[in-house]
């Protein structure tokens, strides 16, 4: 790991030398999003405006631990901010259920309005998330950015995929069983966002659900949880979380 704390014009020419390199990748999925950030140069100057605020607050910090600390805060805030996206694209929603769900996540918006504007936050929010994991992984060489940050990515797309089925079910569509399952992903992401940010503390509790994550062809039934009650305003306390996080989490 390095010693000196890194600057923030290095921060930026390292995140403009991976989406270039992404623009040249035969991963498809980082390739497309590079693509469409380099298509017009107002696409362009919005992400590097919003990237270089994102860099700056990482660069504020004197030391490298806390650079490390701040990064890993920052990807955390991106997963959540390009989840919607995600889901909309990998589970083909469309029709009415898709106007459904931008109406939840965009209250006072037309539905036009806000699958566009869904989608250049999404394009910018990867493209950030991918140089994020690379100064990450690459010139900080934090683990957190391997299998931690990956788990808690997978995990909170399992999470956001099930509260939205939650939000308009199908009649017969889901179980009582399988609904009850949010309040134990949304403690599983807290416990796994406390290892993120906590490396040191987490290490021990990292191998252990290493071990336990391990394939070993035996299976265990999940216990049934009580949903969670709901607000003074009906919405219920994942709902508010994930309006939490698309409002305050990310800034557009």
Not at 141 to 162: G, K, N, R, S, V
């Amino acid at each position: 790991m390095y010693r000196s704390a890194i600057s923030h014009a290095r921060l930026m020419r390292e995140s403009t030398d991976r989406v270039e390199s992404a623009l040249h990748s035969e991963d498809d999925k980082e390739h497309l999003v590079a693509q469409r950030l380099s298509e017009s140069p107002k696409t362009w100057q919005i992400w590097e405006n919003e990237h270089s605020g994102l860099m700056r607050h990482v660069a504020d910090y004197s030391v490298l631990r806390n650079q490390a600390g701040a990064l890993r805060q920052t990807a955390l805030r991106l997963i959540h901010g390009k989840a919607l996206f995600e889901y909309l694209r990998k589970k083909e929603v469309r029709g009415t259920a898709r106007s459904q769900i931008m109406a939840h996540f965009y209250p006072t918006r037309g539905y036009q309005y806000a699958v566009i504007a869904e989608h250049g936050a999404y394009v910018r929010k990867a493209c950030s998330f991918l140089c994020a994991s690379h100064v990450g992984t690459g010139l900080v060489q934090d683990p957190a950015f391997l299998d931690p940050m990956q788990h808690y990515e997978d995990l909170y797309a399992e999470y956001f995929d099930l509260y939205c089925r939650t939000l308009f079910p199908k009649p017969g569509a889901e179980s009582a069983s399988e609904l009850s399952l949010l309040p134990l992903l949304k403690h599983q992401l807290n416990e796994w966002r406390w290892i993120i940010l906590n490396p040191r503390q987490s290490l021990p509790q990292v191998k252990r659900e290493r071990e336990i994550r391990r394939t070993t062809g035996d299976t265990q039934r999940l216990p049934i949880l009580k949903l969670p009650p709901k607000n003074s305003a009906g919405e219920s306390q994942d709902s508010a979380a994930l309006r939490s996080f698309k409002d305050g989490g990310v800034h557009r």
